[in-house]
């Protein structure tokens, strides 16, 4: 236990848990979780960059939660938890806010894109979120960091800021790594399929949630958008088809060229049921175990609890050490 290398990833509390999500990045921690000494959080704090509902962001919390439990994550290995029950994430990011220029936070491809967006509520918290993440990393002493490339950045930026303080006090922080999934793990939207498959996305059938129904499965890949060449094989220019394959191997363990193989001469229709039924097939037991916890309120509060308090207690050694090292008077 002791010296196994440790790994931490967030997932936001926003959209919702997709097949995508499932694959690309919960997937991927379950055999990490075998290997490493995994640490996983709903990143609650990092979701009021833009307005929640509270009502609505309360309910989401708790079914991600759930949904990471649902899937295999497992709190006997890996410590689960909220990152606002662990109070060290503000207080380490205030600290490394210090230690992170403007012109650094200014270049995130994110912060750019999200502004964009959002041109309403350009908040502080929107521009410093890469700080609060980095806090996040740096608290754990986690080596690796499993994230989708769109995160690549701000682990870099992580990177950076753990050596620039390193660079002053001697060896505080672990430097992180990003691990990004092969590209073959990246599942694309079934209405927009040269688009990722995203969780906030408006329209849900653009996605496959986790929890939905097998008719709704079905009902969604069936209508996925294709292509009208008619023949199922893996191949630039068919970005309808591949994402079916990639998906199908994703849930049978193929790469989407042996999929390919295996349709072979059928017709999108059919290719499109058993595509449905493969993925109804592997999230049914997900589905069943997250009704159960919701039947078992008090196992997922006593999972949540415990792992904030396992959490706690590795960042506040971390903090106490920065602490030291910056001069302050300790408590
Ligand atoms: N910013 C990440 C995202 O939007 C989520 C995240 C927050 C995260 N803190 C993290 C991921 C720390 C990995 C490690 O996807």
Not at 97 to 103: D, P, R
Not at 122 to 134: C, D, E, H, S, W
Not at 245 to 264: N, S, V
Not at 315 to 323: D, E, G, P, Q, S
Request: proline residues 5%; neutral net charge.
């Amino acid at each position: 236990m002791e010296n196994k290398k440790r790994a931490f990833s967030g997932i936001q509390p926003t959209g919702c848990l997709t097949l995508g999500n499932y694959v690309g990045a919960v997937k991927s921690w379950l055999n990490m979780q075998e290997e490493f000494d995994c640490i996983f959080s709903v990143v609650d704090m990092h979701s009021i960059t833009v307005r929640q509902d509270p009502a609505a962001l309360r309910k989401r919390c708790m079914e991600f939660f759930c949904e990471y439990i649902a899937c295999g994550l497992d709190p006997e290995k890996s410590i689960l938890f909220f990152q606002s029950h662990v109070s060290q994430h503000a207080e380490l990011a205030w600290i490394l806010n210090c230690f992170t220029y403007m012109g650094e936070l200014s270049r995130m491809t994110q912060f750019k894109e999200k502004s964009a967006r959002h041109a309403d509520n350009i908040n502080a918290g929107l521009f410093t979120y890469p700080v609060l993440m980095a806090a996040d990393i740096l608290l754990y002493g986690a080596e690796i960091v499993p994230v989708g490339h769109d995160q690549k950045q701000h682990v870099e930026l992580t990177r950076d800021i753990a050596e620039r303080f390193n660079g002053v006090y001697g060896d505080v922080f672990v430097v992180p790594e990003p691990y990004i999934p092969p590209v073959g793990a990246r599942i694309k939207s079934l209405q927009e399929p040269e688009k990722k498959m995203s969780k906030s996305d408006p329209n849900p059938n653009g996605y496959i949630w986790v929890l939905d129904e097998p008719d709704v499965i079905m009902k969604k890949i069936k209508r996925a958008v294709t292509d009208s060449d008619g023949e199922i094989a893996y191949r630039e220019g068919k970005d309808g088809i591949n994402n079916l394959l990639a998906i199908y191997g994703a849930m049978t363990d193929k790469t989407p060229q042996d999929a390919a193989k295996e349709f072979e001469g059928l017709g999108y229709g059919v290719f499109k049921e058993r595509v449905g039924e493969a993925v109804a097939e592997t999230l049914a037991p997900i589905r069943d175990k997250y009704n159960d916890l919701l039947k078992n309120k008090d196992y997922v509060e006593s999972v949540y609890k415990n792992g904030a308090q396992k959490a706690s207690a590795i960042a506040y050694k971390t903090l106490r050490k920065v602490h030291k090292k910056l001069g302050f008077i300790q408590r």
